[in-house]
């Protein structure tokens, strides 16, 4: 479990402690597609755990509760961006991911490279494609994803498509 989200659990209690437990990392991956800058990913992944403590008791099991959850996320991040956009101008952050673990063998270099560069690419498209993109990474269907993004199975699958055009494009030297 991520240790921001971790030091959560005290303040918001037994339920967002099991959420933590459940969903924690999946929370934090949500929030690394958003923001690059640490900083700024620890104070988003601070709100989508508030978010997500208020929304559970508007919770009515219409959805599965990951889905649920995953909207509540998404939405919280989409007004994260929205927020910053406002607030600075495009700004170079470092795209670097952190490296608590030293220097490692070169094939898990490539590995952490390649995953850096996917999620550089991710969050350079627009809006909507890094919605649906983030959660088809996270394994949730055309239709869990609509549901959370409010679109059509179909819509999904083109924006979808799209996407990962993009992001074949841009990752095709890595």
């Not at 971790?6 to 303040?11: T, V």
């Not at 934090?28 to 988003?44: D, G, H, I, M």
């Not at 208020?54 to 927020?83: D, I, P, W």
């Not at 609509?146 to 030297?173: F, M, P, Q, W, Y």
Request: glycine residues 6%; proline residues 5%.
């Amino acid at each position: 479990m991520p240790l921001e989200f971790a030091s959560l659990i005290n303040k918001y209690g037994p339920l967002l402690s099991r959420v933590a437990a459940s969903y924690g990392p999946l929370l934090s991956r949500v929030a690394a597609s958003y923001e690059a800058n640490p900083e700024l990913r620890k104070e988003l992944l601070q709100e989508i755990s508030l978010a997500v403590w208020q929304a559970m008791s508007a919770f009515r099991g219409q959805s599965s509760e990951k889905t649920y959850l995953l909207k509540v996320a998404h939405n919280r991040c989409v007004s994260h961006v929205a927020s910053q956009v406002r607030l600075r101008d495009r700004e170079a952050l470092d795209e670097s991911l952190p490296d608590d673990k030293g220097p490692e063998p070169e094939a898990s270099a490539i590995g952490h490279q390649r995953q850096n560069a996917l999620l550089v690419a991710v969050r350079r498209l627009p809006l909507q494609e890094r919605q649906v993109v983030t959660l088809f990474m996270e394994g949730l269907s055309y239709q869990e994803t609509a549901e959370i993004c409010g679109l059509t199975g179909n819509h999904v699958g083109v924006i979808l498509s799209r996407a990962k055009a993009r992001l074949s494009k841009e990752l095709e030297d890595v």
